[in-house]
């Protein structure tokens, strides 16, 4: 461990200190400090005592007077290492955060909290009144105590919340909680923890099939990479149950063959359970598992196993990219084209090009694998940046399920008003009588539950945002989902006092009613985020679908991905067209990988499989693509379209999105900035570029601020990152204390 002085950042989110501070090293800690050392140092003028993170340790310092000294460091001794430290700068640089959200970011599970992670049991708390009693209290509450209005708002969302989580989630104190117990409104409660998410011995072990000639050729490219060191990216794009996870698990066994590690990251929680269990049967207790869905506890046990080497492949979601895995020989993004490999809480990154650093640094295979790979991936692999893979049929005796689609308008011309129309109906029936099962996907962006007057038309909205709220029938309660602001529903309308107010659309609840009206005799299990908010729920839910036989499967997008029931043989898309109106440019290409996606799930075993599409729109295009599941004509259409009308991967887009609780002063701000950004990007940057805004965002108040948005469209490069790092300084040092600054790059699904 080199070096008398050390760069240190202070653990604290303050803007105007993201900066390295220079101290020395005192005699007595010199050789226990390294790069990643949580320590503790005097600060500013009071001379605070505060904690932070050693970044750079050197012999020599620049600094002039004396520097002050490092108090004390962590026994449990570094907690990241030199190439983490480098992910952090290719955080900070490339996203446009702090110092500290970059370092946050890679930090081991638990560390630098407070209250350490206990070993088997978490204190949390519960709702001890029913809710009727519990919307009274919010409402007494909402003024006098908002602190405690809000640790009830989360009481009534969830059926248990980790204290820890509570204090996180609403900047409350215990004595908020407390309080709440005094009341009588919450009671505590502790649960115990299962220290291994599962138990990966108990799953029994299963070989690799013997792979088709396609998928034999695939492994086989990959795998000359993986053994000879070679850095390169590989596009494995397959048709839907081609085979693509048989594939990276036999490049994986190689890897650990020649004493390589790997990670694989999957897209949501909601895909772990199968593909953790296939990762299991093949890898035992070598794997670990990182997800969001973990306790802390859990999490903590994860990466102790990794870090000792226990572990050697990691699978997990989005965060599991920062591993601390050692010699990485492959790693793999299944379903890279997921919006959820996207960081929305700054650093704003993507775990594609976290992933694509992190090869580079280990000299690693890097596979992308899709059956819609994303039109930016697919453009590269036609430009000879990524090597291109195919498999195009499925390994197992059965073709891609047939797709028809169904012309919703003339049901409603027919007179049939029920969102499940009368083929579908036909096809969900033929399907009992053979013994074999249905999905049902409902497109939930097509089928928000708000609610509204019938009378007057008013809709019942948050207070904190421009939103309106969403009903959740279990509890009759309407919540918001950008701030967790909750009501009880009112019985007449706030605005002219009728009471024909009522929920509006359908959810799944209302489908649900509506497939037990129409099949008395059929068994139905539901899954979304209603029916999954407790823990494991994901894994009981398939398991019961899977071995009781239950008919018919019906949920949003958890259902649509990543499911293999070889029993099942039919699926339904209700409300196909919902998405394409969505005001984003990648709304047909997410239209596109949806459909194909959950049509994908059908006939994935023996018998061979359909899917029905209902749509308003059986003309669009992208609908007919996706009937074909063709989707090298979807992507001809798409990237034309792109280049048209100049959108990533042409150009890159850069939000620079400016928030404040007053509107005052925000809007001529923005404007102030807008001309500064323009005139700038005219003097430095050295290609095309265009600026849009700024403008109100399609939401325009979230959590009680307004939002303003700044567009440019350019090329992001080493000036464009320059100018925004520059852009954010010029910000910070601004000193307007309402006003947040966000940038980000290519951000999905802005609002
Ligand atoms: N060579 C093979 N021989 C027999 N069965 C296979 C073979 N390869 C894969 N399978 C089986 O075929 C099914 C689909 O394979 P897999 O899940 O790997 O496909 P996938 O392309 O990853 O699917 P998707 O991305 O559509 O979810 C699985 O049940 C798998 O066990
Ligand atoms: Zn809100
Ligand atoms: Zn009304």
Redesign the pocket.
Known sequence: MEGKFAGVIINRLALNIDRMFHYSIPDGLLGKIDIGSHVTVPFGNGNKTVDGFVLSLSNHSDFDGTLKEILSVSESGPLFDREMLSVCQFLKQKYFCSYISAVKTVLPPGSGRKNKVSDKLIRGSVLNVPYDEAFDALEKLRDKAPKQCKILELLIQNDFVADSDILFLTGAGYQAIRALKDKGLARQETVEVFRLPIDYESIPRSAS????EE?QYAVDRICASVTENQNNTFLLH?V???????VFLNCIEKALEIGKTAIVLVPEISLTPQMVTRFAARFGKKIAVLHSALSMGERADEYKRIKSGEARVVVGARSAIFAPLKNIGVIVID?EHETSYKAENAPTYHAREVADFRAKQHGAAFVLAS?TPSVESFYQAKQGNYQLIS?TR???AQNLPTVAVSDMREEIKNGNRSCIGLSLQREIRKNKEQGEQTILFLNRRGFSTFVSCRSCGFVIKCKNCDVSLTYHKAKNSLTCHYCGYTIKKPEVCPNCASSFIKEFGAGTQKVEEELHSLFPDLSVIRMDVDTTSVKSSHRAILEKFDKEKIDILLGTQMVA??L?F?NVTLVGVLAADQSLFVDDFRAGERTFDLITQVC?RAG?GEKQGRALIQTYMPENSVICQAQEQDYLSFYENEIELRRQLNYPPFCDIISVLLTSPVLNGLLSYAKKLARSIHIVMQKDYDGAFELLGPSETSVTKINGRFRQRIWIKCKMNRKAEDIFARLRSYHINEKNPHINMVIENNPFGAI
């Open positions: 099939p013997v792979l088709t998928q397959g839907t149950g081609s085979g693509k996870t048989e379903e059956a498999l499925r390994p197992t991905k990543g293999d070889p994908g994935r």
